[in-house]
């Protein structure tokens, strides 16, 4: 288990030296996205329109931040479950999304887009939301406002504490449970 | 007939929902704390001491302790002598809890279902009330995270299957949803009444203190049994691996038709967090 510091945007050449179970200290923009948000980029790919934020190299971060009390950037905000956005993942890693981070797993179609586009799942502390909130140092909407706490925000974050949970060799951190749970 | 006014309650409800947002109950930080202590390998530490800093820090900050501050629901004992004044009993509670959620500063997570349009101001409260004798009133709060509940399941199991089959089914939701419910979590396991009973025993079971003892020793028994099952599973903090997989079962049972056995888990997050108040 190694420790890394990274600055976004994220290179390939970053990517694959992390292995699951690897601690990352993040920094740099990473963008804020959950289901409703997903929908509405796919839709904007679909009719030729740019995404909000640039795909190259960008990570994404599964969260919908509680509001900002006044004198703060940002509410509470810790990762959600990221399996509601695996329909959409492997199509942002093709476009060049080199991380997401969120919690809980992915299926077989995102771990196999790790793989082919050399990108990586981060895990952060669900339900640690007023510790991370601390690691955010600017938060601005800039897309999809109607959203709310879903809107997509550009923040800047300093040694946001993650772990590698899928790395882009087929590793994954999470543990098979102690039962059979047959196919 | 004893009267009590519906600002009382507004006030006593917005002051709970910001409360239980932003303080832990010493009862999971303990459990923290042991897992602390029982946990050797990196990941399941780290994330049990970054969990007792977010602790520390909603405490100063007042920062909710986690963005999901739930949908808010509400167990109500009114009592049969007692009228509210000045306004409904479920529009005070909506009222209080709208409030809370906007000066604590709380994310507001309610939707339409199909639509998904944001209802904005977490309204609304999803209230059971129970008349009970006397003229008191008693209000719980839960603010009841989204993926937790997700990986909820009520089961209609057969009679044959028993306290046995209760237990397979638990263990297999747990080791299914693995990472995803935020784990270590807390189980509330409602058994028997019917297919709509046994889900709102199990929510309400998630009232009750980590470290309270069930009085009927044989229930106790029970849920230390499954307890000491699921953390076998080894699924351990956010699914890392570990021994503390489960902080607490609580079972609420209740006769139920000669032809049936339900079965309701409701699972709850680590971000365990209710308060209650009597008025
Ligand atoms: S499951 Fe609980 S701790 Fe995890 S994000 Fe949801 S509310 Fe927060």
Redesign the pocket.
Known sequence: MSEYRLQTPLTDEDVMKLRAGDVVLLSGLIYSARDAAHKKIVEALDRGEAPPFPLEGAAIYYVGPAPAPPGRPIGSA????SYRMDAYAPRLHRLGVKATIG?GRRNEEVKQALKDCKAVYFGAT??A?ALLSQRIEKSRVIAFEELGPEAVRAMKVTDFPLLVVNDAFGGELYVKPNLDLGA | MRELDASVVIKAVEAMCIKANTELGDDVRKKFEDGLRLETSAAAREILRQLLENADLAMQTKLP??????LAVFFVELGEGLRIRGGGLVEAINQGMRQGYEKGYLRKSSCDPLSRKNTGDNSPAVVHLELVPGDGLKIAFM???????NMSRVTMLAPAQGWEGIKAFVLRRVAEAGP???PPVILGLGVGGTFELAPKLAKKALLRRLDDTHPDPKVAAMEAELLEEVNRLGIGPMGMGGLTTCLGVKIAFAPCHIASLPLAVNV????SRHEEVVL
């Open positions: 810790g990762p959600t479950t919690k669900g339900g939301g | 302790l986690c963005q999901d501050t739930g603010a009841k995270g989204g993926g937790s509940e995803n419910p935020c709850q997050c680590h971000s």
